[in-house]
């Protein structure tokens, strides 16, 4: 079989998978969040933090329930990083710097899991599993608790109730993370992934010298991580190790966690709604950004240039050969479409128009589909910014779901769509000006540019991948990066929820004849088109002196 024969099927083998658990988790996950049962664990878990999940929210205390949460949780696992050394199960490590441990806390908290240190040679079982693995469930499950606030904001009229923040943030972890995670953690077992607690073991000599490994619960790290669209790596090599990817199967099956969630997400949102076609649309311009990527990347890393891409089968440069150039492809495009940043290739060693794509999807704001949640509320914003203009070309007020897309609606938007380039570029030209920065560069020209560039990028859209050829484990770069994580995911967070109140304060306005039917093909494809031209106007200068120029020069 061909190499490009595997990856086609492979791709095709994951549509299948996806159009099956798309109806019954979108389904399950809306009647999670529609329901006023709480499960007797949820109920002790209410009495023990002293919440009432009975309790509507308006939009600022929804949103000071998800800046408290998070706040007290980068405290928490600062701390804990910081007595690693006095922890049991620590296997030896010591404590983590104060600059390390600010950006390991602020990376998983914000869902970004940016990592700037071998996680092997760090962090001991009790980091990993009591503080890292938790961030991975309870940060994914506010990102689907802030989108379901906004898809409320549609649902709801003539009140500024949202929901309960505690309520959807346990719910999410409880009911759909929690055992959706245990049962990939068994798969990904049998696969062959590791889950243990044991110590530092040899492993003999190689290549004249001897190798020491660790071993951890990493198959059930990998499954959240996955899950959760997280990203952080029990090891350094992250999924391209074979203790948390052993083979193709394990490598599709991870796959399929980081995209079944955020594509499902669309029809909890038609269900929520009351119209499954609006679900629908959403995801036709998630699934046409996303199959167009994926395709433009093997078609880059297939392309032959030469007798070493051809005798390879492509440009198998930083790829493990078990999983080939189709599946590292179809996973970096899914890792960097969602706010996952899990790898399981070197990025830095893709062609230059290959690295380029991956870093276009972190810029186009994760949306196809995105993370679990800001996938949803990302496309969201993008569809209220496409309906704004829509309603300019044609002279109407704007209108989505019946309600009216003003003044305040827009500029929030407006401010949700600039706040993160504005982060990306502002770090990047600092770093690039700064004469002390570019020293982590151990690359020059046009790639190195793009290293530097990705890992702003990678940070501010709460990624988390990196092209891996920058040094960022620097006073500069833990501190600039971790505030930009921090910054990337909550202030966006606070436009989304005061957006998702404005809308729910409205009246219904009753569809007319000259109302955008935002639920047909052609708001789809006016979708797409929008988020493309968003991203290009903000990132093309940037990008055309990084991985453009890097490969029309090759």
Not at 243 to 263: A, C, D, K, T
Not at 280 to 295: C, D, E, P, Q, R
Not at 376 to 389: D, Q, S, T
Request: glycine share 14%.
């Amino acid at each position: 079989m061909s190499p490009v024969l595997a990856g086609v099927l492979q791709l095709l083998a994951l549509v299948v998978a996806l159009g099956l658990a798309y109806r019954p988790l979108g389904d399950y996950m809306a009647g999670v969040y529609s329901s006023k049962k709480h499960l007797r664990v949820e109920k002790w878990i209410y009495r023990s933090i002293g919440a009432n999940p009975d309790t509507e929210m308006r939009w600022p205390a929804y949103l000071r329930g998800v800046l408290a949460f998070s706040a007290v949780s980068v405290l928490f696992l600062y701390l804990l990083q910081r007595l690693q050394g006095s922890l049991p199960g620590s296997l030896g490590f010591s404590s983590i710097d104060p600059d390390q441990a600010f950006n390991t806390a602020a990376s998983f908290v914000a869902n970004t899991n940016w990592q700037s240190y071998y996680g092997e040679q760090a962090m001991g079982h009790v980091v990993q599993t009591g503080g890292l693995a938790v961030q991975n469930f309870v940060s994914a499950s506010v990102g689907i608790a802030v989108a379901v606030a906004l898809v409320r904001g549609f649902a709801r009229s003539r009140t500024g109730e949202l929901g309960n923040f505690w309520s959807d943030l346990v719910r999410g972890t409880i009911r759909i993370l929690l055992p959706i995670a245990v049962i990939a953690a068994l798969v990904l077992v049998a696969c062959g992934a590791i889950q243990n607690f044991a110590g530092i073991h040899g492993v003999g000599q190689f290549m004249g010298g001897s190798q020491q490994w660790n071993g951890g619960a990493v198959a059930s790290q990998e499954a959240i991580k996955e899950l959760g669209t997280n990203g952080g790596g029990y090891f350094n090599a992250n999924s391209a190790h074979p203790f948390e990817n052993p083979n193709g199967l394990s490598n599709l099956l991870e796959i399929f966690l980081v995209l079944v969630i955020p594509f499902s997400l669309t029809r909890t949102f038609g269900r929520m709604v009351g119209s499954l076609k609006q679900g629908y649309a959403i995801l036709a311009a998630m699934g046409i950004i996303w199959l167009g990527f994926t395709a433009l990347m093997m078609w880059t890393e297939f392309a032959h240039h030469g007798p070493a891409f051809e005798i390879a089968g492509g440009a198998m440069e930083g790829k493990e050969t078990r999983f080939g150039v189709g599946g590292s492809s179809i996973f970096a495009v899914a890792t960097t479409l969602t706010s996952t940043g899990a790898v399981n290739s070197f990025l830095s060693s893709f062609t230059g128009l290959g690295g380029g794509i991956a870093m276009l999807g972190m810029q186009l704001g994760e949306i196809a589909p995105g993370g679990t949640g800001s996938g949803l509320y990302g496309m969201l914003i993008m569809a209220i910014i496409a309906v704004f203009i829509a309603g300019l070309m044609v002279g109407r007020t704007p209108e989505y779901l019946g309600k009216k897309i003003g003044t305040r609606e827009i500029k929030l938007a407006a401010c949700y769509i600039l706040i993160t380039p504005a982060l990306v570029l502002c770090f990047t030209a600092a770093a690039m000006a700064l004469p002390t920065p570019v020293h982590s560069m151990t690359n020059s020209g046009a790639h190195g540019f793009s290293e530097i560039l990705y890992a702003y990028t990678s940070g501010a859209n709460n990624n988390g991948s990196a092209f891996a050829g920058l040094n960022a484990d620097t006073q500069w770069f833990n501190t600039t990066i971790g505030l930009a994580m921090l910054l990337g995911r909550f202030l966006p967070m606070v436009f989304v929820l005061a957006l998702a109140g404005s809308l729910a304060e409205q009246r219904p306005v009753p569809a007319t004849l000259g109302t955008l039917g935002t639920h047909k093909p052609l708001f789809s494809g006016l979708l797409v088109g929008t988020i493309m031209i968003v991203a290009g106007l903000t990132y093309f200068p940037a990008l055309a002196l990084g991985p453009l120029a890097e490969g029309l020069a090759s």
